[in-house]
């Protein structure tokens, strides 16, 4: 069975400042590997996936996010935060295979941008 | 383009009521799937449809709860005799085949049961 953990349930940071949120999971296989902002009373969108080749994935808004398959993580980065990026961030994996086409999400963290 | 569509956006049922939550995937998807959200936490998935068929339905509850992606029209999550604890954001998503496509998820369905 896959399975994400997102270890912290609130991330303050100042503005301007860099910013990671923290993922890793656990997966048969090769995974694929997302991350999702919410804001309130709104739906998921989408920020970037990984699913081969570069570790360093790119994404809206400035963030990006860097594999690493020795210590199973998917951390999701912003080299300077703004306020507007303060929200809801979830990360999921997928399973490769036909089998397994449902995202398992982690349990989200909270970000706080402080002006 | 148009994304995923939900609707209602807002759903107040009594208990006992059944409730209706209606989506239309992105044009060209023919995956879909139905997330629940619970107050202060995460998603957790429910069902995974293509046209006319339940492909994994690990999620659902096994009572009151049922969906549908019919030939024509949008995918139907259904709740019968609502009681309080189906309060939820009730989220579709809908993807492309292939497994590293993404999943784009519509503005979530808000059920709440008085």
């Known amino acids: 069975a896959q399975s994400v953990a997102q270890p912290e349930d609130q991330v303050n940071v100042a503005e301007g400042n860099p910013l990671t949120v923290k993922c890793t999971y656990s997966?048969?296989?090769?995974?694929?590997l997302f991350w999702y902002v919410q804001y309130p009373n709104r739906g998921l969108q989408f920020l970037l996936k990984?699913?081969?080749?570069?570790?360093l994935v790119k994404g809206s808004y400035g963030f990006e996010a860097e594999f690493n398959k020795s210590q199973t993580s998917f951390h999701l980065k912003k080299p300077s935060a703004l306020v507007s990026d303060s929200a809801l961030y979830f990360c999921?994996?997928?399973?490769?295979?036909?089998?397994?086409?449902?995202?398992?999400f982690g349990s989200g963290t909270q970000l706080t941008v402080l002006p | 383009n148009a994304g995923v569509m939900q609707n209602p956006r807002h759903l107040v049922r009594r208990r006992g009521q059944e409730a209706r939550l209606r989506c239309s995937p992105m044009?060209?998807?023919?995956?879909v799937y139905w997330y629940r959200q619970l107050p202060e936490e995460g998603l957790k998935f429910m069902v995974y449809l293509q046209k006319e068929n339940i492909i994994d339905e690990s999620g659902m509850p096994k009572e009151r709860f049922s969906a549908e992606f019919p030939k024509e029209g949008p995918s139907i999550l259904r709740i019968q005799q609502v009681v309080r604890g189906d309060s939820a954001a009730y989220f579709c998503?809908?993807?492309?085949?292939?497994?590293?496509?993404?999943?784009?998820f519509g503005e979530g369905s808000w059920l709440t049961v008085v």
């Open positions: 999921a994996v997928r399973a490769p295979g036909v089998s397994a086409r449902q995202l398992t």
């Open positions: 044009k060209g998807h023919s995956h």
């Open positions: 998503a809908s993807s492309s085949q292939g497994s590293g496509n993404t999943i784009y």
């Open positions: 997966v048969s296989g090769n995974p694929y």
């Open positions: 990984y699913i081969t080749g570069d570790n």
